[in-house]
């Protein structure tokens, strides 16, 4: 994987990771006409920036749960009606967005600027594989 790939899934600067590679931290490889990421390593690099996260303590302990879809963010907007609310949280680069009773925002004081997470419990979960990264596989 081509490393402005790697790092635009990490959310991070190409001399970010670059960096990264020459404290060991990830390694780089080179194919000939530039440098690559093992896509491998990096879903590893992944996992333990996330596990290293101030926002992977946020809410209930994994094991509080069924729900293994816990996604940590900022709420950016609240809408209200007499009966429901429209929360929206960024997740990262991901905009994730709930619709819950009034009450329900109001007991968990959902605010701007509130760190919540967002859980997702579905019985259907559609994955699809991006054909615009290369991996080399």
């Not at 006409?33 to 596990?51: H, K, P």
């Not at 509080?64 to 609240?78: D, E, K, L």
């Not at 905009?95 to 997470?117: C, H, K, N, T, W």
Request: charged share 25%; net charge negative; glycine share 10%.
């Amino acid at each position: 994987m081509k490393v402005s790939d790697a790092a635009a899934l990490l959310g991070v600067s190409d001399d970010t990771l670059r960096r990264w590679s020459e404290s060991g931290r990830i390694g780089l490889e080179s194919d000939g006409r530039r440098m690559t990421v093992d896509a491998v390593e990096l879903a590893g690099l992944a996992s333990e920036i996330a596990a290293e996260s101030l926002l992977a303590s946020v809410g209930p302990k994994l094991g509080a749960t069924s729900a293994r879809n816990r996604i940590p963010g900022i709420v950016t907007r609240v809408l209200r009606d007499g009966i429901m609310a429209q929360v929206e949280i960024q997740a990262g680069p991901f905009r994730m967005v709930s619709l819950m009773s009034r009450e329900a925002a109001d007991e968990l004081g959902l605010e701007p600027g509130r760190i919540a997470s967002a859980t997702v419990k579905a019985t259907n979960v559609v994955v699809e594989a991006s054909p615009n990264l290369e991996t080399g596989a």
